[in-house]
């Protein structure tokens, strides 16, 4: 599975990518995360199976729905209790579920 | 960096970031000529950035009590979303007025 996270600039993110990596690796899972910034989402949208946002570009959420849907990928915003403990487990879980993987 | 902090780290570009949203999303209702929701947004981003504010406070007491922070890249960038934020939020009070005497203006001339 690709999940593609986006933030800001793709930073503080980053950090939440090990950590759902390090979730991923402990389940036996080969998943592929990554992290960028709103700007290029256009560029690796076609790589991901599930498109997460950040709750800084939540804003965003309309337009990146828009992008998803013509491409097939679904798009969600991070929940925020998750996202402010860096709790990759669940936002793995929660990726899992948009894209129908278990 | 022990994980206490990076818990706080993370609060503050959470709400920050939160608050960004807001402000951006009241940009877009005063657009749509929602002025309500506009406000409505507006007060979401102030309260979301009080609550960064408050974790920044924390540590900032704690400093000058002697309790130092240690500074990392990611704490950096936390305060860089937190003024970046509360940029947008000003702004995005501005513009919210903005729109409405456009609104008003052309209420007028009809």
């Known amino acids: 599975m690709n999940i593609l996270l986006v933030c800001a600039a793709g930073m503080s993110t980053s950090l939440l990518v090990s950590k759902m990596e390090k979730s991923a690796q402990e389940q036996g899972k080969d998943y592929t995360i990554w992290a960028v910034s709103g700007d290029s ?41 998750h996202y402010g403990t860096c709790n990759g487990a669940e936002v793995l879980k929660s990726a899992e579920q948009l894209g129908h993987v278990s | 960096m022990n994980e206490e902090m990076e818990q706080i780290i993370f609060q503050i570009i959470l709400h920050g970031g939160n608050g960004r949203s807001s402000a951006m999303e009241a940009i877009a209702a005063a657009k749509s000529g929602d002025a309500e929701e506009a406000r409505k947004k507006l ?41 970046n934020a509360m ?24």
């Open chain 1, 41 to 81: 989402v256009q560029n690796h949208i076609d790589k991901a199976d599930v498109l997460l946002l950040g709750p800084q570009v939540r804003y965003m959420l309309p337009q990146l729905k828009k992008l998803g849907e013509s491409k097939g990928v679904p798009v969600d915003v991070i929940n925020t209790v």
């Open chain 2, 43 to 83: 007060q979401d981003a102030a309260e979301e950035l009080s609550k960064a504010h408050h974790y920044q406070t924390e540590l900032i007491q704690n400093e000058a009590g002697g309790e130092k922070t240690e500074m990392t890249l990611l704490m950096v960038h936390a305060q860089d979303h937190l003024m």
């Open chain 2, 87 to 110: 940029t947008v939020k000003d702004m995005a009070a501005e513009i919210i007025e903005l729109y409405e005497k456009i609104t008003e203006q052309r209420g007028a001339s009809i």
